[in-house]
């Protein structure tokens, strides 16, 4: 079961465009991570949030980190066909020994076209 | 630092074998991690270890799964009389703990397993 809902799960723009991503949680998580996954890879961490109400740039990519640290959104200024990817989010909580356990979200694929 | 290294990269089967993959983490990092991801879905957790110790499990492993991570370096997945339900992307991940209460997983590129 997942315990993190993407929307939109699939998302075809046009270069140039801005577009959102949501993640929405029904758990309280230690920390909130966004990675981006191309085809035949792994994950790539982009950014961790941790307090809520927090919000993060990178480049034309911006988090946020909701009040009460449950949802997060990932805003993308002017995509460009180089963002095309499936974005996921993550939420990280802590188990056994000191490790994190990722649980992630149902991703959302996104496609920039020229 | 060559990042995480995993083999086979893909791996085809048929139903009822017994297939292996390893993980060869970033040298240092003490801590690794199994993750599996079907099409369309993020990735789930499987296992955890710290050096040596498989310090938890999920109950998406069977009995039919097991993993190892013998020296505290590398590691190995191995899935017995493998099923249809058992297609996926396997996913390994490894990191310091350096950070304190977060941690960031470095992933490796994955092993594509199909099964017929």
């Known amino acids: 079961t997942q315990l993190l809902e993407q929307s939109p799960q699939f998302l075809s723009i046009q270069e140039g465009e801005n577009l959102t991503v949501y993640c929405n949680s029904s758990s309280v998580f230690s920390s909130l991570q966004w990675y981006r996954q191309e085809p035949g890879e792994g994950p790539v961490l982009l950014v961790t949030?941790?307090?809520?109400?927090e919000v993060k740039k990178l480049k034309r990519l911006t988090f946020q980190f909701g009040d009460a640290r449950k949802d997060s959104s990932l805003h993308i200024t002017a995509a460009q066909p180089g963002d095309t990817g499936l974005y996921l989010c993550a939420g990280e909580r802590g188990i056994t020994g000191g490790g994190n356990k990722l649980t992630f979200g149902t991703g959302t694929q996104l496609k920039v076209e020229l | 630092d060559t990042g995480v290294s995993q083999d086979p990269r893909h791996k085809i089967t048929k139903r009822g074998q017994n297939v292996t993959f390893r993980c060869d983490p970033i040298s240092e990092h003490n801590r690794l991690y199994w993750y599996r991801q079907t099409l369309g879905q993020g990735p789930e957790f499987l296992t955890y270890?710290?050096?040596?110790?498989?310090?938890?499990k999920s109950r998406l492993l069977s009995d039919r799964f097991s993993a190892e991570r013998p020296k505290g370096s590398f590691s190995t997945l191995e899935i017995q009389r493998t099923e249809q339900g058992d297609s996926a992307m396997y996913l390994c991940a490894s990191s310091s703990g350096a950070q304190g209460w977060t941690d960031t997983q470095y992933f490796g590129p994955g092993t594509r397993l199909t099964v017929l």
């Open positions: 949030v941790v307090t809520g109400g």
């Open positions: 270890f710290q050096n040596e110790a498989q310090l938890e």
